[in-house]
């Protein structure tokens, strides 16, 4: 595996980037039962591992907010008119390419990135403090991601899909989707 930082580095999104990349990593070694790498959890694993990286950044940097979900809150808001109003993140993880560059290029040459904007806001969503965090990774050593995920997930998103207005209010700081 082979990471590259162009300069100027922003220790900020680097760190938390390294961060998002340990995560598919830690998954992929320590809880091969998730189902990490499979392509129909795709979404499920980026979401999570955007979480973590926000854990991260909210500890090294507890007076700021994470540019994680600056980033992925400002997808949302910047292609608003090719967004689906609703994202199943198991089916998207299946019609989407099925490798990173492959997903990334589609969605790209369709003017829009938005997966990872999706996903991060399912996660926050649950509302997950550190430990209870922790708590999900270890029950990604028996459980599939799926299971957890649904385990862990308001009512209104135990269905693995994603409004996109929750994804917005999530996303903007609002824990608790209203639609």
């Known amino acids: 595996m082979v990471w590259a930082l162009s300069e100027p580095v922003d220790v900020r999104r680097a760190t938390a980037f390294l961060a998002h990349e340990w995560t598919h990593a830690t998954l992929t070694r320590d809880a091969p039962a998730s189902g990490a790498g499979d ?9 999570m591992c955007e979480r973590v990286a926000v854990e991260v950044e909210a ?8 540019t994680t979900i600056a980033s992925r809150s400002s997808e949302l808001s910047a292609n608003s008119r090719d967004l689906p109003e609703r994202v199943d993140l198991l ?8 490798t990173l560059f492959g997903t990334l290029a589609a969605q790209c040459e369709a003017g829009r990135l938005y997966g990872y904007a999706f996903a991060l806001a399912f996660w926050l969503a649950a509302d997950l403090s550190a430990d209870e965090l922790r708590a999900v990774f270890a029950d990604l050593k028996s459980k599939t991601l799926p299971e957890v995920a649904r385990a862990v997930a308001p009512a209104a998103f135990r269905s ?13 700081g609002e824990r608790r989707c209203t639609h």
């Open 59 to 66: 500890i090294l940097h507890p007076r700021e907010s994470p």
């Open 160 to 172: 693995l899909s994603v409004p996109l207005a929750c994804a917005r209010e999530v996303l903007a």
């Open 91 to 98: 089916a998207f993880g299946t019609t989407s390419a099925t």
């Open 39 to 47: 392509p129909k959890n795709r979404w499920l694993e980026d979401g």
